[in-house]
């Protein structure tokens, strides 16, 4: 191995000391080379050889061969990445040279009774296995009326001719009266036809008025005009009276009020003209602490103390009428929406008997139209 660091001695003319360096200065630099030398010097005086490590040496070389693998070359069905040094080895895809491990196929059937394999039982290399169905122990064959029996895997497993079971002796057909259907020839015991006529409607025809998708088979009937298909138009009336309902073709229903009507749910009307009376029914007995009905006409009272009632919202025209009946004591009725108030609720108190009071709802106030002896506050 190469050593850095010599020291060279300079050696002048013999018996000169000119371009000679003195004696002390030569010692020091052969010590200095003799100090490198030992430094450098290799530690390693053995070398054995490991697998596949040939070594071999002379007095002034070592030689190391490898005496392993010195290149890999790629075989049928293998990708190398290089001939030496660090090498990649893959198996090509395709063809049968994928990438698995396996060296060997076997089938086997898992029962002998339902299958048969030839042409195992290992396929090393190359090969075909043949695979069949086992004999189900049933013959081949045409059979009449058979006995079958079939196992879990749907094999027919036997097989044998068997005999007619049934026992009908007589077939005939039967035809509802009514239904247009005429039939002869049966009932038949043996042999023989039986004839199925029909005698109701064979054939449909358009008239005036009306088409039809066709003559016979399933046919569609309708109307050609467009006046819709209603049959009948009439009139009924709990309240009114009606004449000359239903109509079927043409003519005129004539509608009446009756001499006297009863309405028991809410009537609207922008402008009535009534002759006669107008009787408004329905009334109450408003208890203590109750809210005033404001589907019926009237709430009337009588306290045994001083007693209290509400009277909510009403509907814009609408009229309600209180009057005292007995005087145990004041009735108060606190009103929503008061007429008499600029805003919020008021009060009515009744103090007597015969005290009463009419009130009309008029554009979202009760206002009161009528009075006798009831104190508004």
């Given at each position: 191995?190469?050593?850095?660091?010599?020291?060279?001695?300079?050696?002048?003319?013999?018996?000169?000391?000119?371009?000679?360096?003195?004696?002390?200065?030569?010692?020091?630099?052969?010590?200095?080379?003799?100090?490198?030398?030992?430094?450098?010097?290799?530690?390693?005086?053995?070398?054995?050889?490991?697998?596949?490590?040939?070594?071999?040496?002379?007095?002034?070389?070592?030689?190391?061969?490898?005496?392993?693998?010195?290149?890999?070359?790629?075989?049928?069905?293998?990708?190398?990445?290089?001939?030496?040094?660090?090498?990649?080895?893959?198996?090509?895809?395709?063809?049968?040279?994928?990438?698995?491990?396996?060296?060997?196929?076997?089938?086997?059937?898992?029962?002998?009774?339902?299958?048969?394999?030839?042409?195992?039982?290992?396929?090393?290399?190359?090969?075909?296995?043949?695979?069949?169905?086992?004999?189900?122990?049933?013959?081949?064959?045409?059979?009449?009326?058979?006995?079958?029996?079939?196992?879990?895997?749907?094999?027919?497993?036997?097989?044998?001719?068997?005999?007619?079971?049934?026992?009908?002796?007589?077939?005939?057909?039967?035809?509802?009266?009514?239904?247009?259907?005429?039939?002869?020839?049966?009932?038949?015991?043996?042999?023989?036809?039986?004839?199925?006529?029909?005698?109701?409607?064979?054939?449909?025809t358009a008239g005036e008025g009306i088409a039809v998708s066709s003559g016979n088979g399933s046919v569609t009937i309708s109307a050609t005009s467009t006046g819709g298909t209603v049959t009948s138009v009439g009139i009924t009336s709990s309240q009114l009276t009606v004449s000359g309902s239903p109509i079927v073709g043409s003519g005129v229903i004539t509608v009446n009020l009756p001499s006297s009507v009863t309405f028991a749910?809410?009537?609207?009307?922008?402008?009535?003209?009534?002759?006669?009376?107008?009787?408004?029914?329905?009334?109450?007995?408003?208890?203590?602490?109750?809210?005033?009905?404001?589907?019926?006409?009237?709430?009337?009272?009588?306290?045994?103390?001083?007693?209290?009632?509400?009277?909510?919202?009403?509907?814009?025209?609408?009229?309600?009428?209180?009057?005292?009946?007995?005087?145990?004591?004041?009735?108060?009725?606190?009103?929503?929406?008061?007429?008499?108030?600029?805003?919020?609720?008021?009060?009515?108190?009744?103090?007597?008997?015969?005290?009463?009071?009419?009130?009309?709802?008029?554009?979202?106030?009760?206002?009161?139209?009528?009075?006798?002896?009831?104190?508004?506050?």
């Amino acid at each position: 191995m190469s050593i850095s660091g010599k020291q060279t001695i300079n050696i002048g003319l013999p018996n000169e000391s000119t371009g000679s360096d003195p004696i002390r200065t030569a010692f020091i630099k052969t010590q200095t080379n003799f100090d490198n030398l030992f430094a450098n010097a290799s530690p390693y005086n053995t070398f054995n050889a490991g697998a596949g490590i040939g070594v071999s040496n002379t007095s002034t070389a070592v030689t190391i061969t490898n005496t392993g693998v010195t290149s890999i070359v790629a075989g049928t069905g293998v990708t190398i990445s290089g001939a030496n040094g660090a090498v990649t080895i893959s198996a090509n895809a395709g063809g049968g040279n994928g990438g698995g491990t396996v060296t060997r196929v076997g089938l086997v059937p898992a029962d002998v009774t339902r299958l048969t394999v030839t042409g195992g039982p290992n396929i090393v290399s190359s090969g075909t296995f043949t695979v069949d169905l086992a004999a189900s122990g049933a013959t081949a064959g045409t059979y009449t009326n058979p006995n079958v029996t079939i196992d879990t895997y749907g094999r027919v497993t036997s097989i044998a001719n068997g005999t007619i079971a049934g026992t009908v002796t007589s077939v005939g057909l039967v035809s509802p009266s009514g239904s247009g259907i005429q039939i002869s020839g049966g009932p038949i015991t043996s042999n023989g036809n039986i004839t199925v006529t029909n005698t109701g409607v064979v054939r449909v025809t358009a008239g005036e008025g009306i088409a039809v998708s066709s003559g016979n088979g399933s046919v569609t009937i309708s109307a050609t005009s467009t006046g819709g298909t209603v049959t009948s138009v009439g009139i009924t009336s709990s309240q009114l009276t009606v004449s000359g309902s239903p109509i079927v073709g043409s003519g005129v229903i004539t509608v009446n009020l009756p001499s006297s009507v009863t309405f028991a749910n809410t009537v609207t009307s922008a402008n009535s003209a009534i002759s006669g009376r107008l009787l408004l029914s329905g009334s109450e007995d408003i208890a203590s602490g109750a809210a005033a009905n404001l589907l019926l006409d009237t709430s009337y009272f009588t306290t045994t103390t001083a007693e209290t009632a509400t009277l909510a919202a009403g509907t814009a025209g609408q009229v309600k009428k209180f009057a005292m009946f007995g005087d145990g004591g004041d009735m108060v009725i606190t009103v929503t929406n008061a007429g008499w108030k600029t805003s919020g609720t008021g009060t009515m108190t009744f103090d007597t008997i015969g005290d009463a009071c009419t009130l009309q709802y008029i554009n979202n106030k009760w206002f009161c139209i009528g009075n006798n002896g009831v104190t508004f506050a």
